[in-house]
């Protein structure tokens, strides 16, 4: 059942959300006696909704803000939140979090359910300092900088301005010729900002550096790796999954560059000849507008799990999504959670491509889980780690891949549809692993200068395959490719669980080719579980292993293998 907005129990439905209205709730919540393990949850529950109410009014303010990155009134509402709300809430939820570990009841709670947020509240007490709150708020700023910059990107091409994904999507084309000024004029457009987004960067870096001294971490890294709750796996975990990854699955794309290089016909691959058809066939097309994307992708949900759809019906008739192209909205794609309404919102940059039929499904997956999550007791359950997060949307991409019939009427189309989604999957690991290893090398050294970072990232990229194309009179292009990614410069370090959840995706999918009824009851059972459980028996409830150790990798992309060849022998 789709739940509507949660009527509130504590706070006044009208309030406005000003630091002089806020103060004296937090100031109740501190002062409450509590006498009892049913005072405990009762007073639980009245900070989870102002919790939930806070998350949903900055949501709005980010939302508006990336939709219209020009908008200076946006660009104001979500600074105030930063700068004159933000920094007082970290104090005060400091406090709270203090009372709530000093309360005398607190063993009395359900272990089964309270155990992990326990933890996750001990952890973020170590590690929070007063003397951070400005510099989270510079830092901030440091990150809408660039959001500002990245967004207002676009090329002129043939008489028409385009944005970034707009002119991505030509780069599909079957013209090499065109195709190689396209990318050309991109990565001016991108080169033109370099000097600029390298001065945010090494302020950024400078500020977190910072952030992890005043907290008593010799590092980012393992400041993060501590912010960020990685009970299950560490810092040597993450090396070895690096190696892993270049051992197991660069090799596998590596052949499937070599099988597109014969195809082509081409002495080498160039960076923009990753994206034709090798077969020179016109672009895949597998919509016309947004709204058929979001109708068709439905449709999809529809043959799933009924309710899957459900969700979908409910954004579309409160207008929760923004998913077409244009200037000054920011790039990229996300499914924000709304946490008191208990609905999602999906904002993405689709140029008609199957890049955006993926990225409508992956968003989709994230939005189910936000609704089957929502009925959970308090806002700390719902606060998922990525690991988890990720497994919804990127197994939601391959166990949609049986029904892409919905977009795809002509055999052909559909295989080659299936065969770029497959080795996609496979693609996702190496980059992960690179711009993981990339960001543990900037953290670990971070009095670098920019030209032993650029150094770096070259070595890295060459090492997990240079996106498997010859890069020679393009260096300058390769050396500042990590721009692009704007996890480096928004969210450090919230990367390597896409690689992590990619194989835990990779294993759902297989057991749903072997039995899908079976599979899509455990997905959906892990996905309530929210973040009640610590993460591997997140994943045993959905039937798969949390694993990234090299043997178990092998396995995955053995599996992975074999599916492409199978479509590779289709007609």
Known sequence: MIQSKQKRTYLPENLKISWENLKPIFEDLLQKDIRSVEDLERWLKQRSELEAVLQEDYAWRYIHMTR???NEDYKNAFEYFTVEIEPKLSDYDNKLDKKFI?????????PKKYTVYIKRVKQSLDIFRNKNIPLFTQIQLKQQEYQSIVGGLSITHQGKELTMQQ??????????TERKEVWEKMNQSRLSHKDALDDIFDELVKLRHQVALNAGFDNFRDYMFAALARFDYDVKDCENFHNAIAKEAVPLLQKLAAKRQKELGYKVLKPWDMAVDPKGRKPLKPFDSGEELIDRSQ???EKLDPYFSKCIQFMKENDLFDVESRKNKAPGGYNYPLAETGAPFIFMNSANTLQDLTTMIHEGGHAVHTFLNS??????????????????????ELLSVKYWDEFFKEKEELNRALFEQISGAASTLPWVALVDKFQHWIYTHPHHNRKERSEKWVEFFNEFGKNFCDWKGQEEAMAYLWHRQLHIFEVPFYYIEYAIAQLGAIAIWKNFVEDPKKTLKHYTHALQLGYTRPIPEIYKTAGIEF???????HNLINFLSKELDSLSERP
């Open 167 to 176: 002119a991505a999507a030509l780069l599909e084309g079957t013209d090499r």
């Open 68 to 70: 219209h990155t020009a």
């Open 375 to 396: 009925d959970l007791e308090i806002n700390g359950f719902k606060d998922l780690p990525s690991e988890v997060a990720e497994l919804a949307s990127m197994s939601m």
């Open 547 to 553: 694993n990234f150790k090299q043997d178990y990798i």
């Open 299 to 301: 449709r999809i949900f």
């Open 102 to 110: 000093a309360c005398p009841f607190l063993q009395e709670l359900d």
